[in-house]
C-alpha cells in the first residue's frame, strides 16, 4: 500500500511565456507547503519585470491557507527569472540550492565582469543543500540528489514519493537537458540521470519545462520512474557513449536561451537584481562574445 503521508500534493502553474513549471508541493497532513522554480516576469525588449506568474502561485498559496517553509530552486536557471525574493517577501519561507552554487557563481562572475563586490559563496541563500541532505515540509520528508550535467550546481528534491527533477529530464516524448553551458557535461548528465532512475519505479518525476513534443497536443509534467526508462527518447535502450554523442550532437544545433542574459545574473543572486548605481538605478550587462 501507499504511504499516504509520504504522497505529497503537487500542484504545477506553468508559465506559456517561459514553458516552466512552477510547483507548490504540500503535505497532506498538515498546511506546510514548498515552492519547486518559481518565475518572474521579464519583458527583454523593455527591461521591465512583472509579478504575475509568482502572484498565480502565491494566490493558490493564500486562498488555501498553506505555511511557507520552502521556496528551492533546482539550478541557476537560464530561461527564466526567479521570483524567489519576492515570494519570500510575501510568505516568508527560506530559499534553498544546490552548494554548488558557488561554481557557478565563481564561472558567471567572471563572465559578468562582477568585480569582488559580488560573493562567489552562496550567502544569498538562506541553505546550500549537499548530496544527501535531509530537509522537512511538515511532515513529509524530503532528500537531496546532486545531479550535475546541465549545469554543475542542479540538484534533484525527492519528497516522499516524487522527485523534482528540475531540467535534467523531460518528458519521456521530448528528452532530456542540454549540456553546452559554461560547467555542463553529457557524461555527467548520464551518470546523474541513472541516479534518478535508480528511484523506485512508481516515483513520480516532475519536470520544471515543457515543449510539446511533436504529435503532442497539451503541455505536460508529471511523469514516472519507469516511464523515462522505459520510453524516453533520448535514453530508453541507449548505452551511455550513444547517449553523449547524440547529446553533443544535438547541443550543437541549439541557440541561446532568449533569457539567458538577464537570467544568470538575476538567478545567481537568488533573485535579486544587480545591486543599483548611485542614483539608484539598476542594470544588466551584456557580456559581447561572452557566451
Request: glycine letters at 10%; aromatic letters at 8%.
Amino acid at each position: 500500500m501507499r504511504n499516504t503521508a509520504q504522497h505529497p500534493d503537487v500542484t504545477g502553474f506553468f508559465d506559456e511565456a517561459t514553458n516552466t513549471v512552477t510547483f507548490v508541493v504540500k503535505d497532506p497532513a498538515s498546511k506546510a507547503c514548498a515552492i519547486v522554480d518559481s518565475v518572474l516576469d521579464f519583458d527583454y525588449s523593455s527591461g521591465r519585470t512583472g509579478t504575475q506568474a509568482a502572484d498565480r502561485v502565491i494566490d493558490h498559496v493564500t486562498s488555501e491557507g498553506l505555511e511557507l517553509d520552502w521556496i528551492l530552486e533546482t539550478h541557476v536557471h537560464a530561461d527564466h527569472l526567479s521570483a524567489a525574493p519576492y515570494i519570500q517577501q510575501r510568505l516568508g519561507g527560506r530559499i534553498g540550492i544546490g552548494d554548488k552554487i558557488t561554481v557557478v557563481q565563481n564561472t558567471f562572475g567572471k563572465i559578468f565582469n562582477e568585480g569582488t563586490e559580488f560573493q562567489r559563496d552562496g550567502s544569498q541563500f538562506d541553505r546550500l543543500f549537499a548530496e544527501g541532505d535531509a530537509f522537512a515540509i511538515g511532515g513529509l520528508q524530503g532528500r537531496v540528489l546532486h545531479t550535475p550535467g546541465h549545469t554543475p550546481a542542479c540538484m534533484t528534491y525527492v519528497v516522499g514519493d516524487a522527485a523534482f527533477v528540475g531540467d535534467t529530464l523531460f518528458m519521456p516524448d521530448y528528452g532530456t537537458a542540454r549540456c553546452d553551458f559554461p560547467g555542463g557535461s553529457a557524461e555527467m548528465l548520464f551518470a546523474s540521470i541513472q541516479k534518478i532512475l535508480a528511484l523506485p519505479d512508481e516515483t513520480r518525476i516532475f519536470v520544471c519545462h515543457d515543449y510539446k513534443a511533436p504529435g503532442r497536443e497539451t503541455f505536460a509534467w508529471e511523469t514516472t520512474v519507469s516511464e523515462e526508462k522505459n520510453r524516453n527518447v533520448h535514453l530508453a535502450g541507449k548505452s551511455a557513449g550513444e547517449f553523449v554523442a547524440m547529446r553533443q550532437a544535438r547541443d550543437k544545433t541549439l541557440s541561446m536561451p532568449k533569457l539567458i542574459i538577464p537570467s544568470l545574473q538575476v538567478n545567481m543572486r537568488a533573485g535579486q537584481m544587480p545591486p543599483a548605481d548611485d542614483q539608484g538605478k539598476t542594470f544588466l550587462k551584456v557580456p559581447v562574445n561572452g557566451l
